[in-house]
Every structure is written in C-alpha cells, then in structure tokens.
C-alpha cells in the first residue's frame, strides 16, 4: 500500500545500520571474515545514514509525542518517531539501541586498527578506514546522548542503562588512547589548509603557496602513527596551485588528508565530551556516591589528558607554521566542550566524600593540578581575546574562564588535604600556584581587548558598561557575558591563591608569599586590579541610589548586583593581602607601592554610599532624635504586594563592603606594626618603608570619621527615633513595628561596630597609639568615648539578657506548676 511504501528510504537507512554493526566484530578475539575495503564502504556509507539520523534527533527527539502519523505533526517528527519505534512494543528495535551497539563495535575496531600499526610505515588504507570510524562514533554518540536525555526525562526503556557499560574500565581506556590522538602535524596541516582555502584565488595572500607548507611539512616517515585521516576532494584547491607538479599535488593530498584526520578527531572529542556529561547527571540520579566520584574522577582524567595531548600537538604545529610565516586556525572545537566537561566532572566530584585515602587522594589531585596547569599555560599562549572574530572572542573568554574554574576547584580540594602533603609536595604546589596566579593576571589584562557586541549595545541605558573593559554587568542566568564570567573567576581564583596567615610560619610558606608577591609586582596586577575596581565601582555608585531606596527596576538590580559582586572580591582580596603582610613584608612593600590604599579612601562608591547611612534630620519636634527612614546596612523597606503583609527590607550589599574595607585597614596597620617590630633592629629601610603606610590609614580615619563613629551613635539614635515615631499620632510605622526593647541592635550594625572596633583597637596598640595621638588627638579622644559608652551599652544588653532568660525560665516553671493536676 501507500503507507507502507512511505517508510521505504527509512527502512533502508536501518537496514544499512543493522547492516554495519553485523560486519563490524563482536570482540577483539573475532577474525574479520569481511574484506577490509567492504567495511570501508559499509561505514562511510553507514556515516552519511547517522549523519541523517543525528540531525533528526537534535530537531525532533525531544519533541515528539507518541502519535508518530500525526497530521498535525511536523514531518520531521513524523519520521524521527519512526525511527524511535515509539510505537514499537519491542524495545531492541529501537535504533538508540541498535547506535549504542554500533558505538561497541567501533571503538573495538578503531582501537584494533591502532594495535595492528607498524612503528614505521602508514597505510593510508588503515588512515583512511580509522578516519571513517572516527567519524562514525561522532554521529552514534551524539544520537545516544539525546535518546539518554529523552529517556531519562521520560522514564521510559530503564533509562541510561542501555550506555552505562560504555563507561567501564576497558572502554574509559580506550577513550582515553582516542582522545589522545591528536598530533603537530595533522594540526599545521589542518590550519595551512584553512588558510590556504581562505586564500585562494586572493594576489595579496602571499604566504599561503604549496611551497612555504613544504618547507614546513614533516617528512612522512617521521609523522605520529596515531595520525589516521581520510583522502578527502580537493580538487579545486590543486587546480588553485601555481605549479601543480606531481611532487606537489601529492603532498596538498597528504595534508588534506592530514587536516581530515584532526577534523574527525575534533568532531568525535566534541561529540564524547557532550555524551559523557550527559550520562555522568544521569548516573548522579541513579547510582551511588563511590560510583559517582570514580566516574567522575575518570571522566576528569580523559579530559586532562586529551586537554594535554590538543594543547602541546597545538603549540608545536603554531611553532611549525610561525616559522613560515604563517598563520594558525582560530577553531577552539572541540577544547571548549573538554574544558567544560572537565569543570562539570572537578565541581560534581568534590561534593562527594573521598572514596581514597587522604594521602592517595592528595597525590592524585596534585598530579591532576600539574597536568592542568601545563595544558592552561599552553592553551593561554594559543588563545588571544580580541584577535579573531566576536563568535571566536566568546569561545576564547569562556575556554579560560573554564579552566580557570577548574584550577579553582582542585585548589579548594588542596587545601582541605593541606597536613597532608610533604615538603616536596608542598614546593610543588606552591610553584603551580604562582603560575597560575600569573595566568589568572593575564586574564585580566586581556579584558581590555574584549570588542563590544555593537555600538547600540554601548548606548544601552541600563548597560553601564566602562569604555575601556567591555564586560557586561546586566548579565544574568544562562546569559552570562563570558568575559565577566572570566572576569570574576579570575579574581576569585587569586583570593584563593594569595599567601594567607595561617600561623605556621615555616619557610614553604614564607617563600611562596615572596614568589607571589615578585609575581603580582612583574605583571603589575595591582594596577590591572585597580582598573577594575574603579569600574566597577562607578557603576555600582551610579545604581546604590535607586537599589537603596527600593525604586530600581529588576534590570538595574542584576546590574548593581553584578557590580557590587566584583567590587566585594577584590576588596576581598586586598584585605587577604594586607593580613598576609604581617608574615611576608615583600607583600606589604607591594601594596604600599601600588597606591591602592589611597585609591580605597576615594573610591567613589564609598563616598556616596556612606552618605545614606546616617540619619537625616526630620521635621520632628526640637529636642528629638532624628528619623531613621531604614535600618543601617540594609535597604528600605518594600511594601510587599500581598494585602495585609509587613514590609520587608533587605542587606545593603555595599554595607558589605564597607566592612571589608574597614577590616583591610585594621589588618594592614597590624601588618605594619608586626614587620616594623621585626625589621626594627635589622633593617632600618624597610621601617623607613614601613612608616608613612600608617598615615594613610589615619588618612582614612579622618576622611570617613563621621561614617566610623556613626555606627554607634546608631545604636542609640534609632531607639530614640522609634519612640518619637511611635508616640506621634498613634500612627505605626516600619521602624516603629519592631520596637521590642530599648536595644536597636541588628546584625550588620553588630558586624560594623566589631569591624570599626578592630580598627580603634589596632589604632590605640603599641607604637601606633602615639602616631595616632599626635596626628589625631581629637579623633583619639572621640574613639575612648565611644567606647566606655559602647561598654556601657554591651554590659546593659547582657545584662537584660541574663534577666531575661531568668524571666523565662521563671514563667516556664510556673506554667509547668499550673499544668499540673490540684493536689487538692
């Protein structure tokens, strides 16, 4: 009938599948009783079949219903349910299962082409089948990836149980040979032809002629034995040579061959890197937490090592072309789907127990540690923002953004194992760090060759972008801009790695605060940090208003938000510097040198923020307390929409901020008086160094004196203005609804007054107190004040406490009393 005859081309296609996985061997022991150039043709032709079928499954998989000859039905979902037998009631016909056995028998035949390799002859007949089969698993794993997804979503046909074998110890290894693959001269190959197509036909491409790539070319006996390809067409571009010899057509041959080769192993790496996370969040659902971590350790270390094999195959064949003169491709595929992979795999591991010893499992991650920092510095020096195309721009930001992401996971697992790791290990890992840390300031500096998106994404009113880095602050869920995305990884990642006073004072840590600290001060990272902070911070001064007072819309909150979160990490990371200055004086000197602390005293967020702070004179009646219109560090209150409900406020997150900032010049003037006691009687010009650092944090203490001393006069102040308020007119309002005592204490107040109390403490300690007194003395005089009446107040408060949890355990007992049945 009609009908039947409708479905014809698809049954061929199954049928050439079926066909495929039969010729193919079951196991390594089974002989090829089929001729080698039959399989060859079988699998290309069986290629262009999954070609058809993968693009059916990424545009209608996950979309069609189980009504396959629907009319209303688009076509394509019409064939793709076909194809998925949802209306088969016998699941082994389904064609996921039929490409996951396929995806079996490939990788056993790839890798038996690889064990029947001579060390010093290539046939091009086994490059070519390799190449096929390459190719093959890149269409079987993208199929078996969305039927995964749709299975899972679904529940239907047990799921990821049809794959899960594929992750086994025995194929992980042969994985992992695979995706190693990769070599110099497939790699200068592939990016002379790029060039070279690009060219052609063009009088001003000079450089990219037949005769240049021969100078270049290696010799074909010295080529890698994993370097299978398949002879493509590349007639056009031989007819496009200027003297098409014999000699020369052969070798254009073997370098399309060649850039074949690495295209099929780039497309096949791609295509695993998405199988395998895939099926890794299936297995979390599914399986237990020691199977979980060993795939995903397993999973990390495929990506390492073919991260490993691209990056240094990557670095030669660019060391090969530049010397020509020639130009490398900017193709990032597949290196950012295993960076991405590789994150996935760290981040899901770490939040598992180990399932190894604490030692074991130390020595695996620095091993991982110094794997991926070898592969980072390579793929940093061969990715340039700004040099390619916007597409490329983004690729290149979310590739180091990754791997930095990585080095960041792997770091807070070292650290956790810190007892664990010996003298050698430790000199190890202390010299990735610095290298990293080095990486990471490269990664800022690139941001300011990050091109915009338009010229009306610069005129965007709510896009407060700087001029001169070209990152977006309004982005948010999955749009994220890549370059903040490496923006805040970058500076979060030197948090992590900046030397820290931990205490211990041995020499492993000493010396790696002085390599760190002659690191920041080679790469100018301070200044590169200040940047950043300023911009950051104008935006963030630009939107505290309106965030503050409740009226900004949902847009400029994300971008305040964004802002504030970069301003915060570099405060952040200052004060971890200052407190670190205490135990290595070259971090110190550093940041004296730099200036950062005046450019915190004038930052101009700080400056309009502090102004909200206080509380504003009211029309009130004389003699009053003036009128608190919200909490100190937090924002106004929002009547919420629902009828009947309170107001809700919540933290100001620049308050935050401000507090770091105090604690930063509490910690560096302890730093200060710590080196200066140390260095007093053995080198008198670091003292001299040292001395006019403390100025600038009494600078800071008289420029924002009002803002420091009004923390505590809000102690007092928003209790006098919640009586007022609440005795005027038997009117309630916000301030006056929490009224419970005669304490207005909260918890942002309670951090800033501890935050402001550190730095009166270190301001009246040791040799700083008579600098402080002869360069302040009012301020000195206000700050002893301040605090016998802060005593006063904490002694009252604690003191109501003590009565009050008399008071209640008083009416506990008595109601315990009174529950109890009459004696009588």
């Given at each position: 009938t009609e009908a039947s005859q409708n479905w014809k081309l698809l049954d061929l296609i199954v049928a050439s599948v079926n066909d495929t996985v039969e010729l193919l061997p079951k196991s390594a022991d089974e002989n090829e009783s089929v001729d080698e150039k039959t399989i060859s043709l079988r699998s290309f032709l069986t290629c262009g079949c999954l070609h058809v079928i993968s693009a059916l499954w990424k545009s209608c998989r996950l979309v069609c219903t189980q009504n396959a000859r629907s009319e209303s039905k688009h076509a394509c979902g019409v064939v793709t349910?076909?194809?998925?037998?949802?209306?088969?009631?016998?699941?082994?016909?389904l064609i996921a299962n039929t490409a996951a056995e396929l995806t079996r028998r490939t990788l056993l035949a790839t890798m038996s082409l690889k064990e029947n390799e001579h060390d010093n002859t290539i046939s091009y007949r086994v490059i070519n089948k390799k190449c096929i089969l390459v190719d093959m698993l890149s269409k079987t794993l993208d199929v078996i990836a969305i039927e995964a997804v749709t299975r899972m979503q679904t529940k239907t046909h047990g799921g990821i149980t049809f794959v899960e074998d594929l992750f086994e110890t025995g194929p992980m290894e042969c994985w992992s040979i695979l995706l190693a693959s990769n070599n110099a001269a497939g790699l200068a190959a592939s990016s002379w032809l790029f060039g070279f197509s690009a060219s052609a036909g063009k009088s001003n491409a000079l450089n990219w002629n037949v005769g240049s790539f021969l100078e270049s070319y290696p010799a074909e006996a010295n080529l890698a034995t994993s370097t299978w390809c398949l002879s493509g067409l590349c007639t056009i571009l031989v007819a496009a040579l200027t003297h098409p010899d014999s000699d020369t057509s052969r070798k254009f041959l073997e370098c399309d061959t060649l850039h074949s080769s690495i295209r099929a192993e780039n497309s096949f790496a791609a295509s695993w890197a998405h199988f395998s996370e895939v099926i890794a969040a299936g297995c979390i659902k599914s399986k237990g937490d020691k199977e979980v971590q060993s795939l995903m350790n397993s999973l990390a270390e495929c990506c390492l090592t073919s991260l490993s094999s691209v990056s240094e195959s990557k670095t030669i064949s660019d060391s090969i072309l530049s010397s020509q003169g020639l130009s490398e491709s900017p193709e990032t595929a597949p290196i950012e789907d295993l960076c991405a992979l590789l994150l996935y795999s760290l981040s899901t591991s770490s939040v598992f127990d180990n399932i190894e010893s604490d030692g074991d499992r130390c020595d695996v991650l620095l091993g991982m540690f110094g794997r991926l920092y070898e592969s980072t510095n390579r793929l940093f020096s061969m990715t340039q923002v700004g040099s390619a195309t916007l597409s490329n721009q983004v690729a290149v930001c979310s590739i180091r953004q990754r791997l930095l992401s990585s080095a960041l996971v792997i770091?807070?697992?070292?650290?956790?194992?810190?007892?664990?790791?010996?003298?050698?290990?430790?000199?190890?890992?202390?010299?990735?760090?610095?290298?990293?840390?080095?990486?990471?300031?490269?990664?800022?500096?690139?941001?300011?060759?990050?091109?915009?998106?338009?010229?009306?994404?610069?005129?965007?009113?709510?896009?407060?972008?700087?001029?001169?880095?070209?990152?977006?602050?309004?982005?948010?869920?999955?749009?994220?801009?890549?370059?903040?995305?490496?923006?805040?990884?970058?500076?979060?990642?030197?948090?992590?790695?900046?030397?820290?006073?931990?205490?211990?004072?041995?020499?492993?840590?000493?010396?790696?605060?002085?390599?760190?600290?002659?690191?920041?001060?080679?790469?100018n990272a301070l200044e590169q940090l200040q940047y950043h902070l300023s911009s950051a911070s104008s935006v963030t001064s630009l939107t505290y208003q309106a965030v503050n007072g409740g009226t900004a819309s949902q847009s400029v909150t994300m971008i305040h938000v964004n802002a504030v979160d970069i301003v915060k990490l570099i405060m952040t990371l200052l004060q971890t510097l200052a407190d670190s200055g205490s135990s290595t004086v070259n971090t110190l000197l550093l940041l004296g040198e730099s200036g950062c602390f005046r450019s915190l005293i004038g930052n101009q967020l700080l400056k309009t923020a502090s102004v909200t702070w206080g509380p504003k004179p009211g029309l009130v009646e004389e003699g009053t307390s003036p009128i608190v219109t919200c909490h100190r560090g937090y924002n106004a209150p929002i009547q919420a929409h629902v009828s009947g409900s309170r107001p809700t406020s919540q933290?100001?997150?620049?308050?935050?901020?401000?507090?770091?900032?105090?604690?930063?010049?509490?910690?560096?003037?302890?730093?200060?008086?710590?080196?200066?006691?140390?260095?007093?009687?053995?080198d008198e010009q670091i003292v001299n160094q040292l001395a006019p650092m403390s100025k600038i944090v009494f600078d800071f203490v008289c420029t924002y004196e009002k803002e420091l001393f009004s923390c505590f006069a809000a102690l007092f102040n928003e209790v006098h203005a919640q009586g007022n308020l609440s005795n005027k007119g038997g009117k309630t309002s916000f301030s006056s609804s929490i009224q419970s005592s005669s304490f207005a204490f909260t918890s942002n107040l309670l951090k800033e007054c501890e935050a402001v109390s550190f730095l009166f403490s270190e301001l009246c300690t040791g040799n700083t107190r008579a600098q402080f007194l002869g360069s302040c003395s009012s301020i000195y005089k206000k700050i002893l004040t301040a605090s016998v009446e802060l005593t006063k107040?904490?002694?009252?408060?604690?003191?109501?406490?003590?009565?009050?949890?008399?008071?209640?355990?008083?009416?506990?007992?008595?109601?315990?009393?009174?529950?109890?049945?009459?004696?009588?």
């Amino acid at each position: 009938t009609e009908a039947s005859q409708n479905w014809k081309l698809l049954d061929l296609i199954v049928a050439s599948v079926n066909d495929t996985v039969e010729l193919l061997p079951k196991s390594a022991d089974e002989n090829e009783s089929v001729d080698e150039k039959t399989i060859s043709l079988r699998s290309f032709l069986t290629c262009g079949c999954l070609h058809v079928i993968s693009a059916l499954w990424k545009s209608c998989r996950l979309v069609c219903t189980q009504n396959a000859r629907s009319e209303s039905k688009h076509a394509c979902g019409v064939v793709t349910s076909h194809l998925a037998g949802d209306n088969d009631e016998r699941p082994t016909s389904l064609i996921a299962n039929t490409a996951a056995e396929l995806t079996r028998r490939t990788l056993l035949a790839t890798m038996s082409l690889k064990e029947n390799e001579h060390d010093n002859t290539i046939s091009y007949r086994v490059i070519n089948k390799k190449c096929i089969l390459v190719d093959m698993l890149s269409k079987t794993l993208d199929v078996i990836a969305i039927e995964a997804v749709t299975r899972m979503q679904t529940k239907t046909h047990g799921g990821i149980t049809f794959v899960e074998d594929l992750f086994e110890t025995g194929p992980m290894e042969c994985w992992s040979i695979l995706l190693a693959s990769n070599n110099a001269a497939g790699l200068a190959a592939s990016s002379w032809l790029f060039g070279f197509s690009a060219s052609a036909g063009k009088s001003n491409a000079l450089n990219w002629n037949v005769g240049s790539f021969l100078e270049s070319y290696p010799a074909e006996a010295n080529l890698a034995t994993s370097t299978w390809c398949l002879s493509g067409l590349c007639t056009i571009l031989v007819a496009a040579l200027t003297h098409p010899d014999s000699d020369t057509s052969r070798k254009f041959l073997e370098c399309d061959t060649l850039h074949s080769s690495i295209r099929a192993e780039n497309s096949f790496a791609a295509s695993w890197a998405h199988f395998s996370e895939v099926i890794a969040a299936g297995c979390i659902k599914s399986k237990g937490d020691k199977e979980v971590q060993s795939l995903m350790n397993s999973l990390a270390e495929c990506c390492l090592t073919s991260l490993s094999s691209v990056s240094e195959s990557k670095t030669i064949s660019d060391s090969i072309l530049s010397s020509q003169g020639l130009s490398e491709s900017p193709e990032t595929a597949p290196i950012e789907d295993l960076c991405a992979l590789l994150l996935y795999s760290l981040s899901t591991s770490s939040v598992f127990d180990n399932i190894e010893s604490d030692g074991d499992r130390c020595d695996v991650l620095l091993g991982m540690f110094g794997r991926l920092y070898e592969s980072t510095n390579r793929l940093f020096s061969m990715t340039q923002v700004g040099s390619a195309t916007l597409s490329n721009q983004v690729a290149v930001c979310s590739i180091r953004q990754r791997l930095l992401s990585s080095a960041l996971v792997i770091v807070a697992e070292l650290e956790k194992l810190s007892d664990k790791r010996n003298r050698e290990n430790s000199i190890k890992y202390n010299e990735i760090r610095v290298g990293l840390a080095n990486l990471a300031v490269n990664a800022l500096q690139s941001l300011q060759y990050v091109q915009g998106e338009s010229a009306e994404a610069e005129t965007c009113n709510d896009v407060f972008a700087p001029s001169k880095f070209r990152y977006d602050f309004a982005s948010k869920g999955e749009n994220v801009d890549s370059a903040f995305q490496l923006l805040r990884t970058s500076i979060s990642l030197l948090s992590h790695l900046s030397p820290t006073n931990n205490g211990h004072g041995n020499y492993e840590s000493h010396s790696y605060g002085v390599d760190f600290s002659s690191c920041f001060k080679q790469r100018n990272a301070l200044e590169q940090l200040q940047y950043h902070l300023s911009s950051a911070s104008s935006v963030t001064s630009l939107t505290y208003q309106a965030v503050n007072g409740g009226t900004a819309s949902q847009s400029v909150t994300m971008i305040h938000v964004n802002a504030v979160d970069i301003v915060k990490l570099i405060m952040t990371l200052l004060q971890t510097l200052a407190d670190s200055g205490s135990s290595t004086v070259n971090t110190l000197l550093l940041l004296g040198e730099s200036g950062c602390f005046r450019s915190l005293i004038g930052n101009q967020l700080l400056k309009t923020a502090s102004v909200t702070w206080g509380p504003k004179p009211g029309l009130v009646e004389e003699g009053t307390s003036p009128i608190v219109t919200c909490h100190r560090g937090y924002n106004a209150p929002i009547q919420a929409h629902v009828s009947g409900s309170r107001p809700t406020s919540q933290k100001d997150l620049v308050h935050d901020i401000w507090l770091v900032v105090v604690s930063t010049f509490a910690s560096l003037l302890r730093s200060i008086r710590q080196q200066t006691s140390t260095h007093g009687k053995v080198d008198e010009q670091i003292v001299n160094q040292l001395a006019p650092m403390s100025k600038i944090v009494f600078d800071f203490v008289c420029t924002y004196e009002k803002e420091l001393f009004s923390c505590f006069a809000a102690l007092f102040n928003e209790v006098h203005a919640q009586g007022n308020l609440s005795n005027k007119g038997g009117k309630t309002s916000f301030s006056s609804s929490i009224q419970s005592s005669s304490f207005a204490f909260t918890s942002n107040l309670l951090k800033e007054c501890e935050a402001v109390s550190f730095l009166f403490s270190e301001l009246c300690t040791g040799n700083t107190r008579a600098q402080f007194l002869g360069s302040c003395s009012s301020i000195y005089k206000k700050i002893l004040t301040a605090s016998v009446e802060l005593t006063k107040m904490t002694s009252s408060f604690l003191g109501s406490i003590g009565n009050a949890r008399e008071l209640f355990m008083a009416l506990s007992d008595a109601k315990t009393l009174l529950d109890q049945p009459s004696a009588m």
